[in-house]
């Protein structure tokens, strides 16, 4: 079993920064990529970020490429979003998931596990 816990969430201004980050328990967090999800109200989930098993490959929605860097750390079973320039559309409940393969994805369904989500407020 694994379990992904999300942290770092709040009320920014626009134009501020957050730091998300998701610590996995579980085996095996070293060997699949993880992402990044967002969810506004009356909104579909959407791909925010991905990054592969090793931290060397990484994917950006077009929205937040530029603002949004994604990254891991091996040794903590952790990975983060630093998120810069947040503007009021990016507000939403931010997931991070575990895929089931190696290389980052942008489909929901490739994704296993899923955190509970942290929520991200940016008032304008």
């Known amino acids: 079993q694994v379990t992904l816990a999300e942290s770092g969430g709040g009320l920014v201004q626009a134009g501020g920064s957050l730091r998300l980050s998701c610590v996995a328990s579980g085996r095996a967090f070293n060997s699949y990529a993880m992402g990044w999800f967002r969810q506004a109200p009356g909104k579909e989930r959407e791909f925010v970020a991905a990054i592969s098993w090793s931290g060397s490959s990484f994917n950006y929605a077009e929205s937040v490429k530029g603002r949004f860097t994604v990254s891991r750390d091996l040794n903590k079973n952790a990975v983060y979003l630093q998120m810069n320039s947040l503007k009021p559309d990016d507000t939403a409940v931010y997931y991070c998931?575990?895929?089931?393969?190696?290389?980052?994805?942008?489909?929901?369904?490739?994704?296993?596990?899923w955190g509970q989500g942290t929520q991200v407020t940016v008032s304008s």
């Open positions: 998931a575990r895929t089931s393969g190696t290389h980052w994805t942008t489909a929901a369904a490739q994704y296993d596990f």
